[in-house]
């Protein structure tokens, strides 16, 4: 497509002509390790620090609703959007450098609400700060609102660069997990390391002491690494803008119907358009997720209360949640390594389907094998009458099980996307909402996994073993139900795909 007029999008054009288009896929990917450091930070570090700002475990996990209901939210919304946007910059280009910003904004409110808490008057000798909790909820909220904004474009850029290739689209989604692994190794490594803060030493103050200076100061690391890979994505590689002739052609058809609904209307048209094998990927999605969402809540508070036997805010719960943050470092090395062996192991396996259900099951033992960590670990503690660290035997435990699950998770954060990208082709959808469709059976399961799992743990007293329970059945069903019930990926799919995703390229 060429500019009508002498602009920096032709300096922009200019600068990109020389960079393959597999270079082009891997810049747009790499924004995933800038994204996914800001999780392995949620993941690792928000619950126990969530707690230490006062609220009791049986609430924690309703904190985490935020994500699900912004996900569910803001994705859609942003993919519709993105679909049609017609900014010189491109379509995805503006929700994803509006994204990055957004991200600042939120790890500033969530490093600092201890700060902040205490400069509006909390009380930091009180078990509770109900000023700092309110606005950490509200840079998590921001926080997850940007990052939506961010993958969803991401991914959508992607399936645009792949201009509909079965196999480009599978390895840009494959590079997509690796760097989201990346993301999740530095992330995690920093989580882990106790004395981070003192790279930074104005992140420790009277209301936020060493745990919480650590996290300040992991912050402070991911925005300087998701600025640097945005920038350097967004000018390297093109984002052809959407023609006006070309956005008449795309939505001239649906325009008349969709005009009030708008972005909503579009979903429950794309949601009524779409074929058997679509909603059978969402419904197979759905208890995926319900079986990896108790993993993500409670991996380091398991750590720290039921294999290090601590209580919020000691010395041993601190162990055992910076132990949990080296677990889910090797969780994400696995994860790296794994993502660039998905097509390999897809074509032994005899089809991705089949690959995601193996690796399903996996993940149940998994999850199942926490319960004999845990049974391990307390009976030494009873054994011995005091309290004794955990033996060896079971830190070697807990650790193989973080890195047995990241061959899933390296999976579940490639194939999924892959087979919507093929699966949706047949309704007509674009990218953007396509992908964001998806996310309806991904944040769905997140939400009743945070409205239910914090009571169920509570009636079984108070441990994280029940959701993890909970979490293997939902993965055994979900690995049954993908190699039994989803079909295989034809050639006239592909074709399909190659005609919605290529339009513009």
């Known amino acids: 497509m060429e500019s009508p007029t002498k602009s920096s999008l032709q300096l922009e054009t200019a600068t990109t002509t ?16 800038g994204i996914q450091f800001g999780w392995a930070l949620q993941l690792s570090l928000l619950t126990p620090y969530v707690q230490l700002l006062g609220v009791p475990h049986v609430w924690a996990s309703f904190i985490w609703l935020c994500g699900p209901i912004s996900g569910m939210v803001v994705q859609p919304i942003v993919g519709y959007y993105s679909d049609r946007c017609n900014s010189r910059l491109g379509r995805r280009k503006p929700f994803i450098i509006t994204g990055a910003l957004s991200v600042i904004i939120a790890v500033f409110l969530i490093g600092y609400a201890a700060d902040l808490g205490h400069s509006f008057g909390d009380d930091i000798t009180k078990k509770t700060r109900p000023r700092a909790v309110a606005i950490f909820v509200i840079g998590f909220w921001v926080l997850d609102v940007a990052n939506n904004m961010l993958q969803g474009p991401c991914r959508a850029f992607l399936g645009d660069l792949s201009a509909g290739d079965e196999g480009k689209i599978r390895m840009a989604n494959a590079f997509f997990s690796f760097f989201m692994a990346i993301g999740n190794i530095l992330g995690y490594a920093a989580g882990s390391y106790e004395n981070l803060h003192k790279a930074f030493p104005f992140s420790n103050t009277e209301a936020c002491e060493k745990f919480c200076a650590n996290l300040k100061s992991c912050f402070f690391i991911s925005i300087l690494l998701l600025l640097t890979l945005t920038g350097l994505a967004m000018f390297f590689v093109e984002d052809v803008p959407l023609s006006e002739a070309k956005k008449n052609e795309d939505i001239e058809g649906t325009e008349d119907s969709s005009r009030s609904a708008g972005c909503f209307g579009e979903i429950v048209g794309a949601l009524k358009e779409l074929k058997k094998p679509m909603w059978i990927l969402m419904l197979v999605t759905a208890f995926n997720w319900i079986g990896w969402f108790p993993f993500f ?97 079971v830190r070697v435990g807990a650790m193989t099980f973080f890195a047995v699950v990241g061959i899933p998770l390296a999976i579940n954060f490639s194939v999924p996307f892959a087979l919507a990208s093929v699966y949706s082709a047949t309704s007509g959808a674009g990218q953007g909402l396509s992908l964001g469709v998806l996310n309806l059976a991904i944040v769905i399961p997140q939400m009743i996994v945070s409205t239910v799992s914090g009571q169920v743990d509570a009636w079984f007293g108070g441990g994280n073993l029940p959701a993890f329970v909970m979490g293997a059945i939902a993965a055994a069903v979900s690995g049954a139900m993908a190699i039994v019930m989803l079909p295989s990926i034809k050639k006239s799919d592909a074709a399909k795909a190659s005609m919605v995703v290529g339009g513009g390229h």
């Open 18 to 33: 020389n960079i393959t288009p597999i270079l082009k896929i891997i810049s747009v990917a790499s924004v995933a390790a």
């Open 297 to 393: 809540l409670f991996n380091t508070d398991w750590m720290g209360k039921e294999v290090y036997g601590g209580n919020v805010g000691d010395e041993a719960y601190d162990k055992g949640v910076r132990a949990g943050s080296l677990g889910l470092m090797i969780n994400a090395i696995v994860l790296a390594v794994m993502s660039l062996g998905v097509e390999p192991a897809s074509k032994i396996m005899g089809g991705a389907k089949n690959l995601w259900g193996i690796v399903n099951f996996i993940l149940s033992g998994g999850l199942l094998s926490t319960i004999y960590i845990t049974k391990v670990a307390e009976f030494d503690r009873h054994l011995a009458g005091h309290y004794v660290p955990p033996a060896t035997g």
